[in-house]
């Protein structure tokens, strides 16, 4: 891209020439001397460096460290320093902070003053979600949640509302850094481009410039092609496009498999999930993503294409080995299909710190009960091989057997079958798999009534 | 008077704002050059052959420096000079900085870094205490040993005896603000440093030693740090080396930010710890010898380890009276990042210890561990009884210990809560709950005595407008308020008419590491020195005006009274002025009555002591360990606070800090001997929903009996000990899986994998 052009803390700005992979952190920091904005870890796990976007879909809080520039065209970005109102009001987050000693060394407190504004802005009262993914090393937390809870859900201030209009929307694109309107766009572009890089929401391909230091080479961005972003029941039953971000894929699961969405909940940080894909958390292979064993173990297909070619797979299919999966140069994933069905499903997300965290293991199960007996069963895991995949020896020992403990107790067994898996620094291989065995457990009691979840306990 | 007001932090609106500048904000001139430092991928070896030239060759890069070109090789320790600025061939841990890169801009500095190409020869690396202590690769020539009685013979005449061991791991400080340094070059070879550091003489000293030059011409300075929790006490030494050296040499100012991964890869953290115990007790559970063997790795250079290894040991009774104990230290040396100063200094590792015999303890003899931890309290001073002294046989007179204990019991209805948990466990196969409460007595003052003292510099202007410096750093701990509300209070004026500044080597030379918790007790002492030497110059000016005695001189409310006549403070400050009055003086303080002999173990270390106690109440899934803390009450002894607000900040983030180390934080090195966990993705500090959901913090009511600054106590490090309540009530939710028979013993970090294997074995002896 030539050019591009958005609104900073109200006011536009054109781009000549954008470096495509630098980060909005670092031009804000380095080229605008807006040093309100921090930079805790450059890997999009610590929020301190929040900042707010306004485009047609509404406002969000996004991580502006691994956010690249032409991500930004046609929207709007509020930094810390352009919370003020135009007389040099402070605006409401401010007052609460400081009233409630929400700051001690305040390193992450513009972070955390964006995403309790952006929560305000959004009509919300700042929680332990939204502000998941600011990290404080200080406080405990407590004063920062006081204030949020002082603020309220009292009306942002006037001021905050960008006003997209004054844009002229001109993106001048160049030939290697790509903006698709549109599927067949990209499909187009792709093809003649078969090595170029794909990024959605940046969330991982952002590390891979700021932590491996990585050329990008061509890039196309996928933020302009809404037709990717779009989700829908069609007869076959849930269709998301791959561009949705993982807050709307979350909201939209969430009627119809509430576990599912509870799990995508604790998936990353808001900040993540409102820039993350749901198609790159399925493209990029990796064995930890939370969506995939969800998705599989709901059966769901994959649709992919290449030019003007396409084709559907399950997506348990895509995923060959570590590293490899089903997709041809110049192929990409343009949606997903989550066929209808009775909800019975069960996400059970395993990691080291319950919010914002990788998973150890994400064990996701949907068992079908007819008559006292196994009718159907999908499994699957993640972190516990090279690739999300299913259970099928456990499926197998539970089909047809009676729904009691002695069928659990057999089926326990068969996990060593299905998986080996290795030991990291997020867990040994014992814990992994003695886990998925007690997570069959969890289900099963869960069915039987008994109470399971640490959430339902208060002091 | 604004001292005991819970005025907001100093900086709160510029934090809100994000005008507060920290190093990376400060606005730099054209030409400043960006560092990076190349790191060794060995743990243990010596460099073969170190190929800088695609290095040198990257774009934006302006000098690349290794041991070649530096000689002598400057050092960096903060204590025995084992810590070359490069490796000077030797190679002793993955991480450590063998070359430095000088480029146009900070990624360019990065990536250059990458292409060097370097061989080595590998050796044999010590990772572990069972390696370090079979090759007795250690500090100091054998281990320490502190004893008081006869241990070896009052465990032999205990009714009962039991033998364990726990191991802690160590905390990455994970401070959100890394470490940074910003040098630039004067005229006459001179140079100013800006430091994100607790320590800025440290720094001055340590530049001073590395260009040859006298400490007079470097200026250090320091506004604030975002976080330093311990690790900016030494571990900022090799950026502001660096950077002064390069600046030095090239005439450019020279900034170095470390990277998050390469701040975990290159910096120490906090001591891991093995403790066994050999403990012989009465019926009741009243400790009547103890013998303990505290194991540390330390990393491969010694930097603040011997005393923090020291401090360990004189928490190993934390708030129970030992009459006869033998406590004996090793400090092992490691190919790791050399463990550095992390808030509490040791102390919590020496208390989790003592806090993890009582709870076996209590399993063995079926006793509540509440009753136990009674039964062990040294008493509440009172004259008309014989003192109790530490196993380093210092007296203890100050003891409040079992005053604070009974009244959280009551407001946290400890008991009633201890008894509907065992029933709501009873009814609950899989999920279980567990509650437990924990003490706290912290030491107060440097073990290094001389550590123990302070300066100040405050200036009045002839408006009556106050400037204020002292020695001591602000990380977030609200230092300089408070210290502020200390001047304010002296000369009886606003808050707002103290002018609070950055801690800077030209103003107050000569000052301790703001560590220890000691910033205000040192600084406050030293401000109120130096106002009252002006407010009674001022006294003396108007009481002859006046005819009346200096005495009669008072300062209140903005204004100065004296013989009836009253000044508003500008107005006196003016007079005075134009009198040829000094408004302008230096303050000091050392702390009285410590004396120390860390070899023997003998003496008064400490000037008072800091006292607390937490309850907190757990959940576990006994299906894969994951756990929630429920409720936590905290009741803690600050003397008489000089800001309630700030110091119930420090329990609080003290709190879940401590929680932190013990339950999700956990570092992992693999065989190679590198860090796995070098970035906030694998590293775990706790997240919002971590906190406690009911979290009640309450002030002790209770002045210092001891003379310090409004009498008020120390609160940085002590409430860090209150997160070992949530590992033992994680130990007593495992408990309630089994049948009492056998010992939870539970290590930590208690992540859910290390909790689900303990609650598997209870499951088998159950």
Known sequence: MKQIEFLLNGNPICVENPTPDCTLLDWLRETRNLTGTKEGCNEGDCGACTIMVTDRDGTRALNSCILFLPQLHGKAVRTVEGLRGPEGETHPVQDAMVAHHGSQCGFCTPGFVMSMATAQHCGQEAD??????????????????????DVGQTPSPAWMADDLSLLQQNAIESDTVARPKSSDALATWYEKHPTATLIGGATDVGLWVTKQLRDLGSIAFLNGALDLKEIHKTENGLQIGAA????????????????????????????????????????NGSPIGDSPPALIALGASLHLRKGQTRRTILLEDFFLEYGKQDRAPGEFVEAITIPHQPDALRCYKLSKRFDQDISAICGCFSILIAEGRVSAARIAFGGMAGTPCRATHVENALLNQPWNAETIATAKAAFTKD??????????????IMSAQNMLERYFSESMGLPTDIHEVSA | ??????????????????????????PTPSGTLHLAFGLSEIACGTIDSLDLGAVRSADGVVLVWSAADLSPMPDASPSVHDEPLLSTGEVHYVGQPIFVVAADSHLAARKAVRKAEITYRKKLSIQTVEEALSADSRFEDGPRIYSKGDAKQALDDAPHRLQGQIEMGGQEHFYLEGQAALSIPQEGGEVVVHSSTQHPTEIQHKVAHALNIPMHGVRVETRRMGGGFGGKESQGNALAIATAMIASATGKPCKMRYDRDDDMMITGKR??????????????????????????????????????ADRAMLHADNAYHLPNARIESHRLKTNIQSATAYRGFGGPQGIIGIERVIDHIATHLKRDPLSVRRANFYTDFDETE??????????????????????????????????????????NPILKRGIALTPVKFGISFTLTHLN????????????????????????????????????SRFGVDIDQVKITATDTAKVPNTSATAASSGSDLNGMAVQNACDTIRDRIAEFLAEKHKTIPFDVLFENGNVFVAGTTYSFAEAAKLAYENRVSLSATGFYKTPDIKWDRIKGEGQPFFYFAYGAAVSEVVIDTLTGENRILRTDILHDAGASLNPALDIGQIEGGFVQGAGWLTTEELVWDNRGQLRTHAPST??????????????????????PAATVYRSKAVGEPPFVHGASVLLALSDAIAAVGNGNEYVALDAPATAETILHAVNRQKQSA
């Open chain 1, 419 to 432: 998986y080996t898996p290795l030991s990291d620094m997020r867990a040994s291989a014992e814990y992994r």
């Open chain 2, 683 to 704: 590293y775990k500090i706790p997240a919002c929903s971590d906190r406690p959901d009911v979290f009640n913090v309450a002030l002790w009511k209770g002045e210092n």
């Open chain 2, 453 to 488: 003292q302070a300066g100040a510099l405050v200036h009045v202007y002839q408006d009556g407008s106050i400037h204020l410096n002292h020695g001591g750093t602000e990380m977030g701990q609200g230092l300089f308020q408070k210290v502020a509300q200390v001047a304010a």
């Open chain 2, 386 to 427: 014989d003192v109790q002294t530490t196993p380093y046989h210092q007296p203890i007179t100050d003891c409040v210990i079992n005053s604070i204990v009974d009244e959280l019991c009551e407001t946290s209805d400890y008991r009633t809560r201890r008894r509907a948990i065992q029933s709501w466990n009873a009814e």
């Open chain 2, 271 to 308: 001591h891991d710890f093995q403790i066994t115990y050999d403990v012989g007790f009465d019926d009741t559970g009243r400790i009547q010898g103890i013998d303990f063997i505290h194991y540390t790795r330390c990393g491969w250079a010694q930097d603040l380890s011997l005393p923090v």
């Open chain 1, 244 to 283: 949705a971000t993982m807050t709307d894929v979350l909201n939209a699961v969430k009627p119809l498999y509430p576990s599912f969405a509870e799990m995508l909940r604790r998936f990353a940080s808001l900040q993540i999930r409102n820039a993350a894909t749901l198609g790159g958390n399925i493209a």
């Open chain 1, 128 to 149: 332990d979600d939204t502000l998941a993914g600011n990290l404080c090393r200080c406080t405990g937390y407590a004063p920062i949640i006081r204030a949020a809870k």
């Open chain 2, 1 to 26: 008077m604004s001292v005991a007001k819970s005025l907001p932090h100093d900086s709160g609106s510029l934090h809100v704002s994000g005008e507060a500048r920290y190093i990376d904000d400060i």
